[in-house]
């Protein structure tokens, strides 16, 4: 099973949509444990979790113990951080099987799929449009659904989902005097999350000590990282223009602004 989920990442999602078709199998991932709900905020980070999880389990039936060096074999990601294109293969290798054995092991699991798939529609009433999702919203009803034949993929199971963002909006009143990050708050966490951790929590500290006011887009525009002490002035990136979390939040009080 770990050898298949793995080969469902190298392949992708099959599942039709206008979404970012990554997200049923990390989704599914979740549900199985081998990633967090919070990795899901950044998908790269949460592709490469899931996938450093999995092989993790592999080795460990192979007889590497949690804290041993993996085998090159089982190094899969290439020097640029990508998935390398023989990963599959080099796993089958260093457990000594062959992709026919494979298949004829597997068989027994992928024939039909995943059983029969669901048919039906599935709706959820009463609710606000999501962010994303591979449903589809009826504004004029308040009304996501799903047909759930039409969203099962060949091979992952059938996965309904849908995104939402709910704003702290006392917060934002008490520092940017209006309700500015709504619908763009997955983006802006994204971007949070990837700052390393001192870098946050300057970025948390500046945003904190915002006022509302005619200045506050300016601000957030002339807001720069600073390097440690510990630091040298060269290796630090965000010291010339905005950094990209300053540059979402300043075009997203321009355009909240008219």
Known sequence: MNALLLEWLA?????????????????????????????????????????????????????????????????IFDEDGELRSDMFDAVLAEAGVTEDDFEKLLAPLTEGGFGEQPEGTVCWKGIGEPVDTNGEWAKDKAELCWNAKAVAGPELPSILFALWTVPDKQYQLDHFGKVAIDRDLADYNVSLRRLPEEDARKWNSFVDGLRPGADVSNNVTAFRFQPTTTQPAGEHTHTESPPQIAQILSKILVNTSH
């Open 11 to 75: 392949a992708g999602s099959s599942a039709s949509g206008p979404h970012d078709k990554t997200l049923e199998p990390l989704l599914y991932l979740c549900d199985l444990g081998y990633i967090q709900p919070a990795d899901l905020l950044d998908e790269n980070l949460a592709f490469k979790v899931a996938v450093d999880n999995i092989v993790r389990k592999v080795a460990g039936m192979l007889g590497y113990a949690p804290d041993e060096p993996l085998p090159p074999a089982l190094d």
